[in-house]
Structure formats: C-alpha cells, structure tokens
C-alpha cells in the first residue's frame, strides 16, 4: 500500500512538473542535523535521562526480585494471612515500577516529551532554514531524502542540505558526494535513541 501511494505521489509531481516546468531539490534532514551541535547536545541529554531513568526502573525490580527470592525461602514458615501481606506487598512494588516504566518509556510518556520539547524547536529552526533555500533558489519542491518517501536515485547537484546548513550558520567540511563509493566500515553520523530495554 505505501509503495502504491509513493507511485501515485510521484506520478503526480512529474505531471504537476512537465505542466508547469516546476523546480525541486532535495536535503537529508538526518545529516543536517547530525552535523548540528546543539542537535548532538539535546540527544546526549535525552540519552542521559533515558539511562538514568532506566537505572532506577531497574534498581526497582531488582528490589522485587529480592523481596520474592526472600519470601519463597521463607513462606513455608509463615501464616496464611503474613503470606498474603507479603505477596501484596511484592506485588505493589512491582506495579510501581511497572507503572514508573509506562509513566517515562510509552509512547506519549515522559521521554517523547522532554523528546520534542529539546528536539522540536531545532527542528523547527532547521525547516524556516530550507524555506529560506527554497525561496532563494526558487524552488518550488523540496523533499526530505531520509523521510518516508524513499528516493532510488538522486544527484547530489539537486542537494541543498548544506545551503540549509550554511542558512543555520553550521560550518561542515565539504563532504563527498553520492556518486563517491561509500566506505562498507563507515558508521552512519546521525545519532540514534535506542528505547530503553524494559526490564525482566
């Protein structure tokens, strides 16, 4: 159904274009905003607050873990009504966390939050940026090279990422262009939010 949607997108554009001889170009948002200092900043410290958030979820159900080991060594000692307390207990301390887990970790929980309240307004500054390319360059399309319309072929002259850079006052080196074998070691530059391992 996507691939449907993408031929039916650039059918299109290339009608709308042979009509009206209209101009486009492209960027790679995941580039400009690797190369973008305070991008790497807001992800480091959404990195930091992810790890320090998942240390204490885990530190909580190690916490469980420990009560139930106790409780099975000593449950055959205890009464009916202490076996019940106990393991009311263990389970409360185990919503907690699990509820902890939800609270920071789901998909509208706090990490998203504090996600798009660090990363939101670079973005924003990142998109005022390329319509300031656009209008320069006249354009009348420019598309996103790394987003969900996925592009089989693109010169690199149509590439307008550093211009947008440039717009943003970030100074790059001159990079090599697609046309150039990519390194198979390369690592790729932007950085990546790994989701935090829900504890077991």
């Keep these: 159904m996507k691939h449907i949607k993408l031929l039916l997108a650039l059918a299109l554009f290339f009608v709308a274009s042979a009509t009206n001889a209209q101009k486009f170009a492209y960027i790679d948002a995941e580039y400009i905003l690797a190369q973008m200092p305070e991008f790497k900043s ?30 099975q060594e000593e449950k ?38 504090k996600r798009q309240e660090l990363i939101k ?44 850079l440039e717009d943003l006052g970030v100074t790059v080196a001159e990079r090599k262009k697609e046309e150039a074998p990519k390194d198979p070691k390369e690592k790729p530059q932007a950085p990546k939010n790994t989701p935090p391992q829900k504890p077991r």
């Design 42 to 71: 807001a992800q480091k410290q959404l990195d930091d607050i992810a790890a320090d958030w998942q240390k204490d979820i885990e530190s909580k159900m190690a916490e469980v873990d420990k009560l139930y080991r106790e409780y």
């Design 121 to 164: 307004p670079i973005q924003d500054k990142v998109f005022d940026a390329v319509q300031k390319v656009a209008k320069k360059s006249g354009l009348d399309f420019i598309f996103d090279k790394s987003g969900d319309m996925t592009m089989l072929f693109a010169n690199a002259k149509f590439d307008k990422s550093d211009e947008v």
């Design 76 to 113: 055959v000692l205890l009464t009916d009504d202490l076996r019940k307390k106990r393991e009311k207990a263990i389970d409360d301390k185990e919503k907690i966390a699990r509820d902890l887990q939800k609270q920071r970790f789901a998909p509208d929980g706090e990490l998203y939050k």
